[in-house]
């Protein structure tokens, strides 16, 4: 069974631009989740997505966004990029909502703007 | 989120067993205590989990106090490639459900000859 797919794999950006992070789910997984990690602040949590609708959202600006496809496959977007924003982007994705479904990561897309 | 507490750092001898300990002495009954990996570069790896029996899968053992208040991974026989950043994280459930994981700074296992 192929694992949680994330592109692209690496994204050099400048800052004020814009970018869209893909993530494809392991099959048959219908909620998809977010983390940003970076070395100051570790793994947060950024948002998580079920059935196209967002559940639940971290601290984070409007400036970042996402949306699930009705395929479960999510988009993360980030906008008017801030050098503060490079970091490794994750993806997870889990069979269902209840905690006793484990979260599955993908290896992320490594985002740095300059 | 009930708070976890692991070692910074722990070495471990290769074909050994490694023993990584957590505390959560907030946990609440119906939380999860998950285990994950992080070798550099990559994602999280999800290891095992539990409520409360002892757990075993092919990758680890995951041994929970009584009361809950702590618990131990144990990788049976320790190969380099076990040389990772070690999470203890308790899954707490949200509002409508929700898998937010809140991860600390977990143990750095180094695996050596």
């Known amino acids: 069974k192929a694992g949680v797919t994330q592109t692209p794999r690496y994204l050099i950006k400048t800052r004020g631009q814009q970018v869209t992070l893909s993530c494809s789910p392991i099959s048959g997984h219908r909620s998809v989740s977010w983390y940003q990690q970076t070395p100051g602040q570790g793994l947060q949590f950024l948002f998580e997505y079920f059935s196209e609708t967002q559940r639940n959202k971290g601290n984070f600006p409007g400036r970042f966004s996402g949306r699930q496809f009705s395929n479960s496959r999510s988009e993360m977007n980030v906008s008017t990029l801030e050098l503060g924003d490079s970091a490794l982007y994750l993806c997870?994705?889990?069979?269902?909502?209840?905690?006793?479904?484990?979260?599955?990561f993908g290896n992320g897309t490594r985002l740095t703007v300059t | 989120d009930a708070k976890t507490t692991q070692p910074t750092s722990m070495d471990c001898a290769e074909g050994r067993a490694a023993n990584l300990p957590c505390n959560h002495s907030?946990?609440?009954?119906?939380?999860?205590v998950y285990w994950y990996r992080q070798i550099h570069s990559q994602g999280p790896q999800y290891i095992i989990h539990?409520?409360?029996n002892n757990e075993t899968n092919e990758m680890a053992s995951l041994i929970i106090t009584e009361d809950r208040k702590s618990s131990t991974l144990i990788l049976p026989h320790a190969t380099l490639r076990d040389t990772a950043v070690y999470y203890c994280i308790v899954r707490v459930g949200l509002t409508g459900g929700g898998n937010k994981l809140t991860f600390g700074t977990g143990t750095q296992l180094k695996v050596e000859l």
């Open positions: 997870a994705s889990s069979l269902a909502l209840d905690s006793n479904s484990p979260l599955h």
């Open positions: 907030t946990i609440s009954g119906n939380e999860y």
């Open positions: 539990g409520l409360k």
